[in-house]
T-cell receptor, first 115, second 113 residues
C-alpha cells in the first residue's frame, strides 16, 4: 500500500520570503509520479508541480521547485518570493506509474502568506 | 479545450434525500474517477469507471452510494438517503487512458441540512 505523510498541518511565511513544505511517502514500487496540488479557498485542485520518479533532476515551475530524495522517500516543495496569492492548502500526492488508478493524498499543509 | 466539468458546484440536501452529482470528463477522456474530501482532510479515492463499466469501487461505501458512467452522457455519483456525514467536497477526475494521472474538476460541495 502507498501512504503519503505531511507532518506540518500549518505554516506561515512573510511575503517575499521562501518557505519549504515537507512530504514523505512510503511505497515498495520504483516507478511513480509525485505531485503538489494547491487548494485555495475556492476549493479547486490546482496542479503546482509534478515529478517523475525516474528523473533525477528536480522539477521547477517558476517560483516553485521540489527537492526529491528518492532513497529517503522525501518530496518537499519550496516556494520562493512568496506572494499573498500563495495562501492555500497544499497537498502532496502519489501516483503509481503503469499500474496505478488513483492518487494517494497527504492530509495537507495550510500555508498563510503574511503581508 | 474544456476541462473536467462538474455540476452543480454546490448542492444542499436534507437528511434522507437523494444527491446526484454529475461529471463530464475532458474531451477524449473515457476514464472517470471520483474522490471525496471530508473537512480538514485530503482527497480519498472512491471509484474508477470506464464507459459502462465500474473498474474499481474499493473506496466507495457499500451502502447508499453508487456510480455510473453510461455510454452517452456524464458520469453520475448518486448518494441515497443522505446523512450529515456525507457533507463533503466530491471531486471528479478524468484521463484518456487507464493507469495515468488524472485531471481534476472543480468539485461539488455537498451540504446536508
Amino acid at each position: 500500500a502507498q501512504t503519503v505523510t505531511q507532518s506540518q498541518p500549518e505554516m506561515s511565511v512573510q511575503e517575499a520570503e521562501t518557505v519549504t513544505l515537507s512530504c514523505t511517502y512510503d511505497t515498495s514500487e520504483s516507478n511513480y509520479y509525485l505531485f503538489w496540488y494547491k487548494q485555495p479557498p475556492s476549493r479547486q485542485m490546482i496542479l503546482v508541480i509534478r515529478q517523475e520518479a525516474y528523473k533525477q533532476q528536480n522539477a521547477t515551475e517558476n517560483r516553485f521547485s521540489v527537492n526529491f530524495q528518492k532513497a529517503a522517500k522525501s518530496f518537499s516543495l519550496k516556494i520562493s518570493d512568496s506572494q499573498l496569492g500563495d495562501t492555500a492548502m497544499y497537498f502532496c500526492a502519489f501516483f503509481l506509474s503503469n499500474t496505478g488508478n488513483q492518487f494517494y493524498f497527504g492530509t495537507g499543509t495550510s500555508l498563510t502568506v503574511i503581508p | 479545450n474544456a476541462g473536467v466539468m462538474q455540476n452543480p458546484r454546490h448542492l444542499v440536501r436534507r437528511r434522507g434525500q437523494e444527491a446526484r452529482l454529475r461529471c463530464s470528463p475532458m474531451k477524449g477522456h473515457s476514464h472517470v474517477y471520483w474522490y471525496r474530501q471530508l473537512p480538514e482532510e485530503g482527497l480519498k479515492f472512491m471509484v474508477y469507471l470506464q464507459k459502462e463499466n465500474i473498474i474499481d469501487e474499493s473506496g466507495m461505501p457499500k451502502e447508499r452510494f453508487s456510480a455510473e458512467f453510461p455510454k452517452e452522457g456524464p458520469s453520475i455519483l448518486r448518494i441515497q438517503q443522505v446523512v450529515r456525514g456525507d457533507s463533503a467536497a466530491y471531486f471528479c477526475a478524468s484521463s484518456p487512458l487507464g493507469y495515468q494521472p488524472q485531471h481534476f474538476g472543480d468539485g461539488t460541495r455537498l451540504s446536508i441540512l
